[in-house]
């Protein structure tokens, strides 16, 4: 009996071992499950972060257009801006004078509807002297208004 005790005994041993390497070979294939899974983690991972670091490069890309053609829009209207002020400049003076050529043209008209000292031929003749500033063309240009 004692023998049939060690050979039970020997057959559970065995057994056991069995489980053991059954039990080892379930561990393993699980380790090696997870490694896979993991890697294939990892890799999904790599791939987001990729995808999201291309997505970023493309939204600097894109911000770069956008602000070079703000700027270009700004230049373009500073330009604008520039161009309507000399102008602005070129009619403010052109009116003052033709408002000062004005007043002296009424004046004159005044002296000679007048009569002053009743001598009008004498006021006529004063008024179409070729001399007379009021016959200059008036001389207004943009690039004499800043001087730049």
Known sequence: MASSS????????????????DLTA???????KRMIS????ARRSRMRKQKHLDDLQAQVTQLRQESHRILTG??????HYLNVEAENSVL??????LSNRLQS??????FIGGGGDGNSD??????FN???????????????????
Do not use: H, W
């Open 26 to 32: 379930l561990m393993n294939e699980r380790k090696r």
């Open 92 to 97: 403010r003076a052109q009116a003052n004078e």
């Open 105 to 110: 043209l009424n004046e004159i008209i005044a």
């Open 130 to 148: 070729p001399l007379n500033y009021l016959n200059q063309p008036i001389m207004a240009a943009a690039d004499n208004v800043f001087g730049y």
């Open 74 to 79: 700004v230049n373009i209207t500073t330009q």
């Open 6 to 21: 060690g050979t039970s005994s020997g057959g559970s041993l065995t057994t056991n071992s069995g489980s053991d390497g």
């Open 122 to 127: 004498a006021a006529a003749d004063c008024f």
């Open 38 to 41: 993991n890697r294939e983690s």
